[in-house]
């Protein structure tokens, strides 16, 4: 089993910056693909940003060019580099893994961003 753990949430000005963390704990080698979704009030959760194991990455077109995912296979560890932040940008911000084996995603609890304007 897969247990992720978020953390770097907080509040930030328009324009600002925020790391989030994401640790993957129990099984990480059946890890395959991490990333971030987001959920803003009264909306669907969608996805932030994606990694594979060897490091190709997809972005959201609101985030591309302002947001930098990374991940380190060693310690099953996934980052997301916030950066001119907007009010949009606001929400809560969940991390997930994907199994390699099996069809089967793993979801973190989800860590508070607010940007404010």
């Known amino acids: 089993q897969v247990q992720l753990v978020e953390s770097g949430g907080g509040l930030v000005q328009a324009g600002g910056s925020l790391r989030l963390s994401c640790a993957a704990s129990g099984s990480g080698s059946s890890i395959n693909v991490m990333g971030w979704y987001r959920q803003a009030p009264g909306k669907q959760r969608e996805l932030v940003a994606h990694?594979?194991?060897?490091?190709?990455?997809d972005y959201a077109v609101s985030v591309k060019g302002r947001f930098t995912i990374s991940r380190v296979n060693a310690n099953n560890t996934v980052y997301l580099q916030m950066n001119s932040l907007k009010p949009e940008d606001t929400g809560v911000y969940y991390c997930y893994a994907t199994n390699r084996w099996v069809k089967y995603d793993y979801w973190g609890q989800g860590t508070q961003v607010t940007v404010s304007s």
């Open positions: 990694i594979t194991r060897d490091g190709s990455t």
